[in-house]
């Protein structure tokens, strides 16, 4: 990987933060995401629905919630972006079976939004335990298919824009943050872009410079910003548009859950190797790359078309899904003292305000109609619309 940089700095010049973490994590051929599974105690981050499963089952209850308050739907898709794997959507639809009675007529498919083979076959192992042989067409937009255990469709796509546009519950937890950002420093000629040059005294090296003069990306900052260093995604606002456009559209929700903040952080921009922080400009390839997402320039993107509602922490946020009731429930049932120990202590790092409880926040999409009311004509599916609060988001919807 590494390598493979410096000949592309070396023939075309320096390149963008956002150039370099595109090439580091989605190279077709090593890209970090493309080629291992790291995710897990012997990777180098784990995330919460690796941590405790009542995680996954909280965001299950959730999508009901949703569902529920959105006049119980006759068919939604449930579209996950990024789902590593397969973890979450596991446990979402185990409470999806354990609920059947609610859901009894209704037609569900699962939709996953991935680029990266490897950890498709990991995901394709947790959901279906190939007890269904799956369909293959590495050429098409939809690169495989299968049936889950519980007998869902799922659906494998690189790329949001091929999954189909139906009426839809979409989740990306920990998505946002590995799309490519650019980095901007405010001096005295203006803002000037962070891009990535080779180091002239020592070879195989890389260093940070600022571009000599404004860059295209620029237009991404906003004309009365404050701050004198900010990173902006592109990608990001594509992905958002997209997402609101579709609720707007067909109805739905959207729920993101990543750690970032609401337009005021600076420097974000880290590494991670064996649950460390890594140099990011040391080993390409070999550690994950990540910005903090910005949610008020998701908020921006969404361009009205769709109300907001967050950035809540996560510790709040699960307060309000119930986790309290639930981890009694579930060490009510366990006499082991490893598995209540595992329990205590999963809930403890979701929860702890010092590890995930305050880093992490919750943002969701959701159309007008469900926030404020009013006649709405966004899905034949849809019928009674409701203004009841969302889930999660108020303590009220809780109790
Ligand atoms: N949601 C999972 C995994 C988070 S890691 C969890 O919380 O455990 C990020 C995930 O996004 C991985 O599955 C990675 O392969 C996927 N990913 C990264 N960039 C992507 C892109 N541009 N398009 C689709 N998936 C992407």
Same mark, same amino acid.
């Given at each position: 990987?590494?390598?493979?940089?410096?000949?592309?700095?070396?023939?075309?010049?320096?390149?963008?933060?956002?150039?370099?973490?595109?090439?580091?994590?989605?190279?077709?051929?090593?890209?970090?995401?493309?080629?291992?599974?790291?995710?897990?105690?012997?990777? %180098?981050?784990?995330?919460?629905?690796?941590?405790?499963?009542?995680?996954?089952?909280?965001?299950?209850?959730?999508?009901?919630?949703?569902?529920?308050?959105?006049?119980?739907?006759?068919?939604?898709?449930?579209?996950?972006?990024?789902?590593?794997?397969?973890?979450?959507?596991?446990?979402?639809?185990?409470?999806?079976?354990?609920?059947?009675?609610?859901?009894?007529?209704?037609?569900?498919?699962?939709?996953?939004?991935?680029?990266?083979?490897?950890?498709?076959?990991?995901?394709?192992?947790?959901?279906?335990?190939?007890?269904?042989?799956?369909?293959? %067409?590495?050429?098409?937009?939809?690169?495989?298919?299968?049936?889950?255990?519980?007998?869902?469709?799922?659906?494998?796509?690189?790329?949001?824009?091929?999954?189909?546009?139906?009426?839809?519950?979409?989740?990306?937890?920990?998505?946002?943050?590995?799309?490519?950002?650019?980095?901007?420093?405010?001096?005295?000629?203006?803002?000037?872009?962070?891009?990535?040059?080779?180091?002239?005294?020592?070879?195989?090296?890389?260093?940070?410079?600022?571009?000599?003069?404004?860059?295209?990306?620029?237009?991404?900052?906003?004309?009365?910003?404050?701050?004198?260093?900010?990173?902006?995604?592109?990608?990001?606002?594509?992905?958002?548009?997209?997402?609101?456009?579709?609720?707007?559209?067909?109805? &739905?929700?959207?729920?993101?859950?990543?750690? &970032?903040?609401?337009?005021?952080?600076?420097?974000?921009?880290?590494?991670?190797?064996?649950?460390?922080?890594?140099?990011?400009?040391?080993?390409?390839?070999?550690? %994950?790359?990540?910005?903090?997402?910005?949610?008020?320039?998701?908020?921006?993107?969404?361009?009205?078309?769709?109300?907001?509602?967050?950035?809540?922490?996560?510790?709040?946020?699960?307060?309000?899904? &119930?986790?309290?009731?639930?981890?009694?429930?579930?060490?009510?049932?366990? %006499?082991?003292?490893?598995?209540?120990?595992?329990?205590?202590?999963?809930?403890?790092?979701?929860?702890?305000?010092?590890?995930? &409880?305050?880093?992490?926040?919750?943002?969701?999409?959701?159309?007008?109609?469900?926030?404020?009311?009013?006649?709405?004509?966004?899905?034949?599916?849809?019928?009674?619309?409701?203004?009841?609060?969302?889930?999660?988001?108020?303590?009220?919807?809780?109790?």
């Amino acid at each position: 990987m590494l390598r493979h940089l410096m000949y592309k700095i070396k023939s075309t010049g320096p390149i963008t933060v956002a150039e370099y973490m595109k090439e580091v994590l989605t190279n077709p051929a090593k890209g970090y995401y493309v080629c291992r599974d790291m995710l897990g105690e012997k990777g %180098d981050f784990i995330t919460s629905p690796e941590i405790s499963q009542i995680f996954g089952e909280l965001l299950g209850i959730w999508f009901i919630s949703e569902w529920i308050a959105t006049g119980k739907s006759v068919a939604f898709q449930l579209v996950e972006l990024g789902p590593g794997r397969g973890t979450l959507m596991g446990d979402i639809l185990r409470v999806f079976s354990q609920l059947g009675s609610v859901l009894k007529n209704c037609d569900i498919s699962v939709h996953l939004v991935e680029m990266s083979q490897k950890l498709s076959e990991v995901q394709a192992v947790t959901l279906t335990e190939e007890k269904v042989p799956l369909e293959r %067409d590495a050429g098409a937009p939809v690169y495989m298919k299968g049936v889950t255990k519980s007998g869902v469709p799922v659906s494998w796509y690189r790329d949001l824009q091929d999954v189909p546009k139906g009426y839809s519950f979409y989740l990306a937890h920990e998505f946002f943050d590995v799309l490519p950002v650019h980095k901007f420093q405010k001096t005295p000629q203006g803002w000037r872009e962070v891009l990535i040059d080779i180091e002239p005294q020592v070879s195989d090296k890389l260093r940070f410079v600022l571009a000599p003069c404004a860059t295209p990306a620029e237009a991404f900052i906003q004309h009365d910003e404050t701050r004198d260093h900010v990173e902006v995604c592109p990608d990001a606002g594509v992905v958002i548009q997209e997402l609101s456009q579709r609720i707007a559209l067909t109805g &739905g929700a959207v729920l993101i859950a990543d750690y &970032g903040h609401d337009g005021t952080k600076t420097d974000t921009f880290r590494g991670f190797c064996g649950h460390k922080l890594h140099d990011v400009l040391t080993a390409p390839g070999t550690a %994950d790359l990540t910005a903090d997402v910005d949610f008020s320039y998701l908020r921006r993107m969404a361009q009205g078309k769709v109300a907001s509602l967050g950035p809540i922490n996560q510790h709040t946020f699960l307060q309000n899904m &119930g986790i309290d009731v639930r981890l009694k429930v579930l060490l009510g049932k366990s %006499d082991e003292p490893s598995t209540r120990q595992q329990l205590l202590q999963g809930y403890d790092m979701l929860m702890n305000p010092k590890k995930m &409880g305050e880093r992490f926040n919750f943002f969701a999409l959701l159309p007008h109609q469900r926030l404020h009311g009013g006649r709405h004509h966004m899905n034949e599916c849809q019928s009674k619309p409701s203004t009841s609060p969302v889930a999660g988001f108020s303590e009220l919807a809780w109790r």
